[in-house]
Nanobody, 126 residues
Framework: QVQLVESGGGLVQAGDSLRLSCIVS????????MGWFRQAPGKEREFVAG??????????DYADSVKGRFTISRDNAKNTVYLQMNSLKPEDTAVYYC?????????????????WGQGTQVTVSS
């Protein structure tokens, strides 16, 4: 079993930065691939970023809407995955979820993931 706890959300202005954290417990973060998803009001949950299992090189993947602004990273010593969000826009406003899957590749589809955090709210004002 894996437990995920997100933190770091908040209210910021357009152009600001935030760093979300996801603490992974129950299994070491190095044994699973991780992803970040988000869900805006009235919209479907969507993929934001993913990072592969460390044995698979730890390469990353990003949605086009965040590429160049967001960075996903992992610190296996701290069992933590981060999402650094720069140049935030009002359209980035959403609840952000951390997700984990017992696989090498992160993937972009919700059903691929086995475990989910409770979510953290990010609100970007214009």
């Amino acid at each position: 079993q894996v437990q995920l706890v997100e933190s770091g959300g908040g209210l910021v202005q357009a152009g600001d930065s935030l760093r979300l954290s996801c603490i992974v417990s129950g299994r070491t973060s190095s044994s699973i691939a991780m992803g970040w998803f988000r869900q805006a009001p009235g919209k479907e949950r969507e993929f934001v970023a993913g990072i592969r299992h460390i044995w698979s090189g730890g390469s990353t993947d990003y949605a086009d809407s965040v590429k160049g602004r967001f960075t996903i990273s992992r610190d296996n010593a701290k069992n933590t995955v981060y999402l650094q969000m720069n140049s935030l826009k009002p359209e980035d406003t959403a609840v952000y979820y951390c997700a984990a899957k017992r696989a090498l590749v992160a993937g972009r589809l919700q059903h691929e993931y086995d475990y989910w955090g409770q979510g953290t709210q990010v609100t970007v004002s214009s």
